[in-house]
């Protein structure tokens, strides 16, 4: 099938956040401290998203965490008590970590989730940059304040590794936080040459879609009601940098949250760039009880083959099943004239796929298998 042509050149250089990971905890043992990623959190007397608001937090307030069941958090925030959504919470650790130097903002308010741990090298590790820029900043995460940017093959000494970020410093002795995956302990520049073994995507420019987003929330989960415009951005930062690991480059057409570009820009992005395919992440819903993956195309000449190299690779196993290809007459897909594909990685109006596909675990299974299905769409 033709595609309608109609490029428009962009200049937009969007900056990128992660949306926050859910604050798991099966037991809570003399509770924890875990601070608040929305704007106003609702507070509930039951856990259960139709049960009655008794308060609200504002973004950025500390909580105590005392309890958890099936996705909600049992909180204290001085005399506001009851349950909140998980998903907008994010565990703080007891005892941050000591500071390498004075002057050194943001790292005593580092958060980190529950299931991982600071670390600090034995000696003084030297590591090399793999990203063509990568910023430098004041804290362990995408909220915290820009303080200078790295580029590629810089050198930098490694102080320290939380989570998916690493506190480092520069040859010039700036200290501050930037995101592990960017950075290779002990590599030299030649090694960042290096691409996984399902295929060598450098050279390829891949603009990655994370559908809904700002005043559109898309799909409301009917059990946790997780918000989809999150779970799509979450989902499609960790498809980016799965993407950027096999050596392609990558443009997002959305950062943010708060961020809501039209389809047509969405689709005009992908053209101006003269990208070489696209790739848009969504979560479904159904009023039947259905579960699972679907991977849309429009074009059987263009849109057909990187869909099926997606789906072999999700039917491959990433913790729900595949439903397989369809047709999608999308504004996304149909107007887009590169190679483009639409991913619906679970259905939200399913209890059980929406208690999977809001952990990040499953979400990296999932961006995984996207960039392999891409790798392999150009091999």
Request: contains cysteine.
């Amino acid at each position: 099938m033709n595609k309608m042509i109609g490029v428009t050149l962009l200049a937009a250089c969007l900056l990128g956040m992660a949306a926050p990971q859910t604050a798991e905890a099966k037991t809570v043992a003399g509770g924890y401290t875990a601070q608040v990623y929305a704007n106003s959190l609702n507070v509930r007397n039951e856990p259960a998203k139709n049960a009655t608001v008794v308060g609200s937090i504002k973004n950025g307030a500390r909580v105590t965490v005392t309890d958890a069941q099936h996705g909600w958090l049992k909180v204290q925030a001085g005399n506001t008590s009851g349950w909140v959504a998980g998903y907008y919470l994010k565990k703080v650790n007891s005892t941050s970590p000591r500071s390498e130097a004075s002057g050194t903002s943001g790292a005593s308010n580092a958060t980190v989730s529950s299931s991982t741990s600071a670390s600090v090298p034995s000696r003084t590790a030297k590591a090399t940059v793999t990203a063509d820029s990568l910023r430098i900043r004041s804290g362990p995460g995408t909220q915290y304040k820009v303080l200078g940017s790295l580029k590629a093959k810089d050198t930098v000494a490694l102080l320290l590794r939380q989570n998916d970020w690493a506190r480092i410093r520069t040859t010039s002795g700036e200290i501050g936080w930037v995101a592990a995956q960017y950075i290779r302990s002990g590599a030299t520049p030649s090694s960042t040459n290096t691409v996984s073994h399902t295929g060598n995507l450098r050279g390829k420019l891949i603009v990655i879609d994370p559908g809904h987003g700002g005043s559109d929330p898309g799909m409301l989960g009917t059990t946790y009601n997780t918000m989809e415009k999150d779970l799509n951005l979450q989902t499609a930062l960790y498809v980016r940098d799965a993407l950027v690991a096999k050596g392609a480059r990558v443009e997002m057409t959305r950062t943010r949250e708060d961020q809501k570009p039209t389809l047509a820009r969405r689709v005009q992005m992908s053209e101006a760039l003269r990208a070489d395919a696209f790739v848009s992440i969504h979560y479904n819903s159904s009023p039947k009880k259905v579960s699972g993956t679907l991977t849309f195309f429009y074009s059987e000449s263009d849109d057909l083959k990187l869909a099926r190299a997606i789906e072999n690779r999700l039917g491959q196993g990433i913790g729900l099943k595949s439903n397989g290809l369809s047709f999608g007459d999308y504004h996304i897909l149909r107007e887009n004239q590169i190679p483009a594909s639409l991913v619906e990685l679970g259905f939200l109006t399913n209890p059980t796929d929406e208690s999977i596909v809001r952990k990040s675990t499953y979400q990296k299974r999932a961006a995984k298998s996207i960039a392999d299905g891409v790798a392999d769409y150009f091999k």
